[in-house]
Each structure stands twice: as structure tokens, then as C-alpha cells.
């Protein structure tokens, strides 16, 4: 069996690394093959300097920072919470976080937008208008942080729980508690530093998916980083393309981090 293992794996590693970096490499031939000059990296050089990029790409880290914090503040003690006290209930928190996963993104862009609509038009002299309102701000849009924040439950949660699987988290927070430690001060303190892999994991999906998420916020009229790779898509191509590649390269550059990281991190757990 290990043979066949064996005899396999780089076959089908083969197969996985054409599959991926053949489109790659295509692409970074056409942002640096111009024809009649030859190679050049110019539409490199004018990405720094292209109008919209410096501001899209700080929105969507700004709310990818938001939307990370949400959800890890309200996922950890819920995960926790959920092994502790509550297993019986992990079925319904499963099912609850996977929804995102069924629900195609334009219909529930649809829904966030009919809200958004029906409050100003009938509640209009109420504060709740003056809330709609804020959540709409272009310069920091707190509805694409809810919606965001939806987006990566799924994500969040399966982490999280992967995470809460190796460790024993009962004997970590009744050890706790036994020093004289409260509830959060047993979290922070016992849980946290055992889940720091899973933590890294849960923040770099969800700014996977904010620097990804082009649906949403195209249709409820914002501009983040991947509205504006579109947008210049149809003056610029080349442009369009060699932002499209220096974003997949700095993922790539985020994993191997977060994968550095957490060896560090269970190396030190170990040690």
C-alpha cells in the first residue's frame, strides 16, 4: 500500500502543479510581453501609481481586519462554549454556520439590499434610518463587514473546531479556574494559546475571501480591491492581469507565513 502511495503521489502532483501554474504563467507573459517592444514590466511599475489601487486595496484590509476581529470574537467563545457546555447542540451550530455555503451570494446580496431599501423608504424619520445610513459609508462600509462576516462562518467554524479537537479544553479551563482564574481570564489565558494555529487559519481564510469577494460589494455599489481589479479590467488589461498576479503571489507569501507560523507555534506548544 505505501508503494502505491508512493508511485502515485508525484504523478498526481504533477498533474496539480500544471493545473496551477500553467494559468499563471500564462498570465505573467501577457502583463510583460508587449508586442513591438518586447518584454517589459511596465504595467508592474504603474500599479502603485494606478488611480483607485491604493485606496481599494487599503478598504479591503481594513475590512478584512474588521470582519477577522468579528468573527473570532463571536465564534471562539461560541466554540468553546458549545464543547463545554452545550455538545447536544453542535449539530444545529453546524448547520446554522453552513448556510452561507447554500445560499448563492446574489440572492443573499438581494436580501441585504431589500432591507437596506425598505428601511429609509418607511422608517425614514426614526433613528433606525440614521443607522442604515452609517452602515453604508462608503469610506468604511460596516454592511460589507456583516456580510463578509456571514460569508466566513463556515470557514471560522470548521477551523476553530479542528483547532478545539487536538487540545482538551475541559481540562484546560477547569485547571484554570481551579488557580483562581474567571471564565474569560480561562479562556484568554488556558484556551487562546493552544488554538493560536487555528486562530492563524480562521484570520487568513476570512482575508482570503474579503480580498477575494467580488459579488457583494460590486452590487451594493462599494469599491474595494477586487471590484477595482474589474473595473480597470476594460481600459487596462495588462494592468488588470499583473494586479491579479501580484494578489495571488502575496496569498501565496500569506500561507507559507501562516504555515511557519504555526509550526512555531506547535513547536513551542511541544517544547
Known amino acids: 500500500m505505501a508503494r502505491r502511495v508512493t508511485t502515485w503521489r508525484w504523478p498526481v502532483l504533477s498533474l496539480a502543479a500544471?493545473?496551477?501554474l500553467v494559468p499563471l504563467a500564462a498570465s505573467v507573459v501577457f502583463t510583460v510581453d508587449v508586442p513591438g517592444r518586447g518584454v517589459t514590466f511596465d504595467a508592474y511599475r504603474q500599479i502603485v501609481h494606478a488611480d483607485?489601487?491604493?485606496s481599494g486595496l487599503l478598504l479591503s484590509l481594513e475590512l478584512a481586519a474588521a470582519t477577522i476581529a468579528v468573527?473570532?470574537?463571536?465564534m471562539v467563545p461560541a466554540v468553546v462554549a458549545l464543547r463545554l457546555g452545550a455538545p447536544r447542540l453542535r449539530p444545529v451550530v453546524e448547520v446554522v454556520?453552513?448556510?452561507?455555503l447554500v445560499v448563492p451570494p446574489i440572492a443573499f446580496v438581494a436580501g441585504i439590499s431589500t432591507v437596506l431599501k425598505w428601511g429609509p423608504e418607511h422608517l425614514s424619520r426614526t433613528p433606525l434610518f440614521q443607522t442604515f445610513v452609517a452602515v453604508q459609508n462608503p469610506d468604511f462600509p460596516v454592511v460589507l463587514?456583516?456580510?463578509y462576516g456571514v460569508m466566513a462562518l463556515p470557514f471560522v467554524y470548521r477551523a476553530l473546531d479542528a483547532g478545539l479537537r487536538a487540545i482538551d479544553v475541559r481540562t484546560l479551563v477547569e485547571a484554570a479556574r481551579s488557580c483562581g482564574a474567571g471564565w474569560p481570564q480561562a479562556l484568554v489565558r488556558a484556551v487562546l494559546p493552544n488554538l493560536r494555529g487555528a486562530l492563524l487559519n480562521a484570520s487568513f481564510l476570512t482575508l482570503a475571501l474579503v480580498l477575494g469577494e467580488f459579488t457583494v460589494a460590486q452590487l451594493l455599489g462599494f469599491t474595494p480591491f477586487a471590484v477595482w481589479i474589474y473595473s480597470i479590467g476594460g481600459s487596462q488589461a495588462q494592468?488588470?492581469?499583473a494586479v491579479s498576479v501580484l494578489s495571488l503571489v502575496l496569498s501565496w507569501a500569506l500561507l507559507?507565513?501562516?504555515a511557519g507560523l504555526g509550526g512555531?507555534?506547535?513547536t513551542a506548544s511541544r517544547g
Open 18 to 20: 500544471l493545473y496551477f
Open 52 to 54: 483607485g489601487f491604493t
Open 71 to 74: 468573527v473570532l470574537l463571536l
Open 97 to 100: 454556520c453552513a448556510l452561507p
Open 145 to 147: 463587514v456583516l456580510a
Open 239 to 241: 494592468l488588470s492581469v
Open 256 to 258: 507559507l507565513t501562516l
Open 264 to 266: 512555531r507555534a506547535k
